[in-house]
């Protein structure tokens, strides 16, 4: 039997199921709408509320263990209970999320008074001097999922009868607990040599929080060799840099096999202080211990270790693993030697690319000069490095191509470039590819139009890029069949044409301007602004009185993208075009013509058009560069639209007049839409001064998060003294997202 109910992130509850209604006595209706907390005062008291307030601000999950905390809600069994007066509850509490955001939190509430009736009886049971009572308890206890209390197991765990011993500790295992824990350390010590009982005891310590590392680090010195190596395993598991000293001298212990799991709880430590200890044991020459240290070193991460470990290349039982370990720990120097190894005939070369390819990420990601590393390794590599990647590409899987694709791609010759655009298609390297060949050049230009024939879609997309980022004019016919035969790649196309700009795409391009698809048209008239054909001028004056109003709304954007002298008349003509697009591709560019009629036409779109031709308007003047612009947005503000008060409000920061000051603060204080209210306040932050200062402080302190928001981060913009104290008073806030807030506007 479970209820569930929710609340919003202020704890005011949205949701109460009928399983609550009738075990509490609170109604559905009586409990929407109302704090958990008048509800339910006692929470607080209890340290219940706290566990709410964790899960909305860190996004964990809280759990409330009956044995510990009985109940949420105090209500009686649903069933009677020989054991309790009050049901006992196990409960979990999750944040609730909207958009990767949370919003509030979702609460289950389980009865589970009669199971831990069954469980008292049991336990009970547990205490009989027939061993095969206790045999069954345990049993029963053991295989319970979930237990709510481990104790009764903890009992038991040095009964007389071994049966009843390992399902103690193979039900301790499973459910664990503090108590149990220390229960277990001390069989340890005592039942270390029944090694089903050691097991299960280190089981349950690594999944503990228990401080366990004192006990542990003591058996690393028990006679017993399987305790000392299941200690050395279980120390690492403790993740507790306590433990270091007692492992590095584990070191020396004479069983390899203690030494071995020693190595590897050092690593999972990141223990630093054990390097020269790891080296030395990789240059003793003892391979059963070199593999783990080679991966301890690894963990631990230290670059100083890289030249020691480069003479070890030229060992064939290390060479993976250190070309492994010097892909992570590395540098330039390192180039040299791995791509040595990778010009000799059988090297490892799904290795070395990975090796290298870690090297150039990290020289990118820490330097942004990842180019350094591949300039040496092609100065390095010579036709057998080559041809060895070449011979690895068809044996290597998906997770190892993009290295190996990348690391090929900094080579020279046929074979390689042909191979790069074979892999085209693969959407795991397809980035590194394209960079490769667009690197190639023209030389590539033959394979890649070849490409454009491919059945695999993502291929042919992937060519099309490539030849426009190329710009080699041989392309250009190629594309344009592309562009008037794919109907899936025309907007790549017409994109690799636009790069390219060659002229004898013009009609092509001009031929799609009227297409169904707004996006499709986009691209192509980008493609024909960035040709600038000479014929274009004539053209529009035609296409702008075209009867389809795609073709008068694409020569529109590229007649105002040019200002043609001789389209002017026609472009302002279009503004009271009878197609609604035509009309807000018009209002959108007439700005940026140099005529006197252009403030007046935009004036009466913004005060008689539709919403989206005012909308457009309002844009439009954020282009204008006149006084009179302001009257008119400054009235847009209490337009009947929201978008088009968006838009006017965004237009005035554009201008930063501080006349306009008080309208924002009441557009930021009463208008229904938050996006309306949000670009109210960001415009205030950009016209900035002591006023806007004053405003954005008092919506800082906002319930909306929103709100609160573009606040903090708008008082971080404007720079002005007085937006000091209000950010300083939001990093003192209790709600964690305002203190975020806070530190990126000051940093």
């Known amino acids: 039997m479970i209820g569930i109910f929710t609340t919003d992130a202020n704890l005011i509850i949205g949701s109460w199921d009928d399983w609550l209604a009738q075990v509490t006595g609170i109604s559905a209706s009586a409990a929407r709408g109302k704090s958990l907390t008048a509800l339910f005062p006692e929470l607080e008291d209890r340290g219940l509320l706290a566990r709410f307030e964790r899960v909305l601000s860190e996004g964990v999950v809280e759990v409330l263990a009956p044995t510990f905390h009985h109940y949420l809600f105090a209500c009686a069994p649903t069933a009677p209970s020989k054991h309790f007066d009050k049901m006992h509850q196990r409960v979990t509490i999750a944040p609730l999320r909207e958009n990767g955001s949370i919003v509030g939190t979702i609460t289950t509430i389980e009865d589970v008074t009669s199971r831990l009736d069954r469980e008292r009886d049991l336990a009970a049971q547990l205490a009989s001097a027939d061993e095969a009572t206790r045999l069954k308890a345990a049993q029963a206890l053991a295989e319970q999922d979930p237990i709510d209390s481990a104790l009764p197991l903890v009992g038991v765990i040095g009964d007389q009868s071994w049966r009843v011993r390992r399902l103690a500790v193979d039900g301790l295992a499973r459910h664990g607990g503090q108590v149990a824990v220390k229960s277990l350390l001390r069989a340890l010590r005592d039942e270390h040599h029944n090694l089903s009982i050691l097991n299960s005891a280190l089981q349950v310590l690594a999944l503990s929080g228990v401080d366990a590392v004192e006990p542990l680090m003591e058996c690393l010195s028990e006679p017993d060799v399987d305790l000392r190596i299941y200690a050395a395993h279980a120390l690492g598991e403790q993740h507790d840099a306590r433990a270091i000293p007692a492992l590095l001298h584990a070191l020396e212990d004479p069983d390899a096999n203690v030494r071995y799991h020693t190595i590897e709880a050092l690593g999972t430590l990141r223990a630093a202080d054990a390097i020269d200890a790891l080296l030395a044991v990789i240059e003793s020459g003892d391979f059963y211990l070199a ?196 109907d899936e790649l025309v907007i790549a196309a017409a994109g690799a044409l636009a790069k390219i700009g060659d002229r004898r795409a013009f009609e092509a391009l001009i031929g799609l301007i009227a297409h169904p698809h707004a996006a499709v048209r986009q691209a192509v008239i980008a493609a024909i602004n960035s040709i600038g054909h000479p014929e274009m001028a004539a053209r529009a004056v035609t296409l702008l009185n075209d009867p389809d109003p795609h073709v008068r709304e694409s020569a529109v954007k590229i007649a105002g993208y040019f200002g043609y002298g001789e389209c002017i008349d026609l472009l302002l003509e279009r503004c009271s075009d009878e197609d609604e697009g035509v009309r807000r591709a018009a209002i959108e560019h007439i700005p940026y013509l140099e005529d006197d009629r252009v403030i007046s036409i935009l004036a009466d779109a913004l005060k008689h058009g539709t919403p989206r031709v005012r909308a457009s308007a309002a844009q439009a003047f954020a282009q204008v560069e006149a006084p009179r612009a302001l009257t008119y947005l400054v009235a847009a503000l209490a337009d009947c639209d929201q978008w088009v008060r968006y838009f006017a409000a965004r237009a005035i920061a554009r201008h930063g007049h501080t006349e306009s000051v008080t309208a924002l603060a009441q557009l930021a204080e009463t208008d229904p839409a938050d996006q309306v209210r949000i670009a109210a306040i960001e415009s205030l932050a950009r016209i900035g001064g002591a006023r806007a200062v004053a405003i954005l402080a008092r919506f800082s302190e906002s319930t909306n998060v929103d709100l609160s928001h573009a606040a903090l981060s708008g008082l971080g913009i404007i720079g002005h003294p007085d937006a000091l104290p209000p950010l300083l008073a939001a990093l003192r806030a209790p709600d964690p997202a305002r203190r975020v807030d806070a530190l990126r506007a000051l940093g």
Do not use: C
């Open 291 to 486: 593999f783990p240290a080679l991966d301890a070193l690894t963990k631990i991460g230290d670059s100083r270790v890289a030249p020691r470990l480069v003479s070890l290349l030229e060992d064939e039982m290390l060479r993976v693993p250190t070309a492994e370990a010097l892909g992570q720990l590395g540098d330039e120097e390192t180039v040299a030697p791995l791509v040595a190894l990778l010009n000799k005939p059988g090297a490892p070369a799904r290795v070395i690319s990975q090796a290298l390819a870690a090297l150039y990420d990290r020289h990118e990601h820490l330097y942004k000069e990842g180019s350094y590393i591949a300039d040496l390794v092609r100065s390095f590599a010579g036709p057998i490095g080559a041809q060895n990647l070449l011979d690895t590409l068809n044996e290597t899987n998906e997770d190892g191509l993009r290295g190996l694709a990348l690391v090929l791609g900094w080579m020279e010759g046929e074979a390689v470039e042909r191979a790069l655009t074979s892999l085209l298609g693969k959407a795991t390297v397809r980035k590194e590819v394209v960079e490769a060949l667009v690197r190639y050049g023209e030389r590539v230009t033959k394979l890649l139009i070849e490409q454009l024939g491919s059945e695999d879609l993502d291929a042919r997309q992937a060519a099309v890029i490539a030849l426009g980022r190329i710009g080699d004019s041989r392309a250009v016919a190629p594309l344009v069949r592309v562009l008037t035969t794919d």
